[in-house]
């Protein structure tokens, strides 16, 4: 480790690896400013390897290809442009409808594979990407 520097890491029984090294400096100033309210400590958090592997859903994955799968079996393959007639807004709202008034998850899967399906080739005549952020964040639960 490098001279005037030193290995902190969180507690809290998380069990990620969340050691990081900072110099003793930035580390005393950092815990001065926090506690005269003036910032917050900065989060820790675990390595980009380990959160690749905890910040997704396998399961949840699996569960969409074999839902497109089945679309494309049913209903036409991805590549088909007669599959593009369909409304995936009108469609996501409708899943998103019927999610909240069952509580049934099959119909989140849906609303994700006609995000997809949106995203893919957009129908909204705005449809652009870039990445922002609004600080329009879901909410807490208390």
């Known amino acids: 480790m490098p001279s005037g520097s030193a290995a902190l890491g969180v507690g809290g029984g998380s069990g990620c690896n969340t050691e990081v090294s900072v110099t003793t400096?930035?580390?005393i100033r950092a815990h001065l400013l926090a506690s005269l309210g003036y910032a917050t400590a900065p989060r820790r958090l675990p390595p980009l390897a380990e959160m690749?592997?905890?910040?997704?859903?396998v399961a949840f994955e699996r569960h969409m290809r074999n839902r497109l799968i089945m679309g494309g079996i049913r209903y036409g393959l991805f590549c088909d442009p007669d599959k593009w007639r369909s409304d995936f807004l009108a469609g996501m709202a409708k899943k998103m409808k019927s999610y909240r008034q069952t509580g049934n998850t099959e119909h989140l899967v849906d609303v994700a594979n006609y995000a997809l399906l949106e995203f893919?080739?957009?129908?909204?005549?705005?449809?652009?990407?870039?990445?922002?952020d609004d600080h329009d964040h879901c909410p807490r639960r208390e």
């Open 52 to 57: 690749q592997q905890t910040e997704w859903s």
């Open 25 to 27: 400096t930035e580390h």
């Open 120 to 132: 893919v080739r957009p129908q909204h005549p705005g449809a652009h990407w870039r990445a922002e």
